[in-house]
């Protein structure tokens, strides 16, 4: 069968790659459409690129899509834990991610052209990573299978939240049951002539591939295929450094790429400096994985802190005795496959105050807000983590649970039956 895999960035194609490559050597055809900022990463990993004409994601995110990350990032930071949710707070986060993220991120122009290599190529089956929502368009315009890799938590801004929306849209007149994600979907489908509406598979995928144990996952009312997470972190070299064991215990402090001096709502370099200057201050080895822009304005460091540009996690994490993140789907999930205890800093971007509650029932880890940051609570944390054998416990659990998954290759002939299953429902057979 043909398999086209649709994703936003490189990075979170580097999560869809093992998949790829499972299907790839089982004797299927993929492609991989993708904007061409992108077409290195994928061509790297072996994988046959199709550019895709359209701006790179973030150029099409402004004022508004800044605004709405300060207002959700930290909406919920003094509710009541007793609080229900009411029908105007979820039309109106409803109102806000259509526009400011969901709409951007999947444009016109992206969707058009991808609907117009998928009407060439003709898939049986596209899979697509959480956001993108330009895959599963795609597939009901041309009549193909789709599935969603899960590629972040199913809490604020995805499936948790559209599922109280609809619980509290059901209790309303029709006339008040407004839904911007169908308006906008519904229009889209018109547009494209794919003669079918929305429905929330458009959402979840005709089934899910999910990488995340058992423990972790949320039941979305839809087929799950299990396929163990794979950490792949592109083209990468091991440092001799690396070779060495710590002669303390290690911590690996990483932000991704996205974050940097000229985010707008938090002052990156001050919060960097504190961090680093609190872990330097403790009995410790750091590694602080930083990019150019990210280190530009760092003073100078204690030798027991390494700055370094890029290290391998999946080399690196094996030999930490904590992490410290952004919450970054791959950070956490390269930390859990290799039993590694986490700090996660939330307020970044998307990643809420509430994802960081919930992330924190799991065991593994403790969670941070931003807007709580001063270098003693921050130290006070990691200490926490290294120190209460619970964490170390948890992520333990966390990796055997992952160990016991099926691998991405066991997982392709769940991936085949479902495929054949969909493909023959939506063709009417």
Known sequence: MRVLFTSLEGSHFQLLAPLAWALRTAGHEVRAACVPGVVETVTRTGITAVPIESPPWYEGLGEFHREGIAHFGTADQDRDPEHEETWEEQLGYESVIVPALNSRLNSDTMIDELV????????????WETLC?????????VGAAHARLVSGPELAMQLGTRRTFLRLAAEQPPEHREDPTAEWLDWTLERL??????????LTG???????????????????????????NGRSVVPAWLREPPARPRVCLTLGVSIDSGYDLWDLDTILVGMLDALAGMDVEVVAALSERQRAHLPPLPDTVR??????MHDL??????????????????AEFHGVPQLLLTGWEWVTESMGAAYEKQGNLLALPLREFTPERFREKVARVLEDPSFA?????????????????EAVAEIERLTARYGKERRGA
């Open 116 to 127: 117009a290599f998928a009407r060439h190529w003709r898939p049986d089956l596209v899979i």
């Open 133 to 141: 929502l330009a895959g599963p368009i795609t597939a009901l315009a």
């Open 193 to 202: 002539g794919a003669g079918v509406r929305f429905d929330e598979s458009v």
């Open 206 to 232: 005709q089934w899910t591939v999910d990488t995340r144990p058992a423990s972790l996952r949320e039941v979305v009312g839809v087929p799950t295929v299990p396929a163990r997470y794979i950490p792949y």
């Open 307 to 312: 700055v370094v540009d890029h290290v391998p």
């Open 317 to 334: 994490l094996p030999t930490c005795a904590a992490v410290v993140h952004h919450g970054g789907y791959q950070t956490k999930a390269t």
């Open 393 to 409: 416990e948890h992520a333990r659990r966390l990796r055997r649970e992952t160990e016991e998954m099926p691998t991405p290759n």
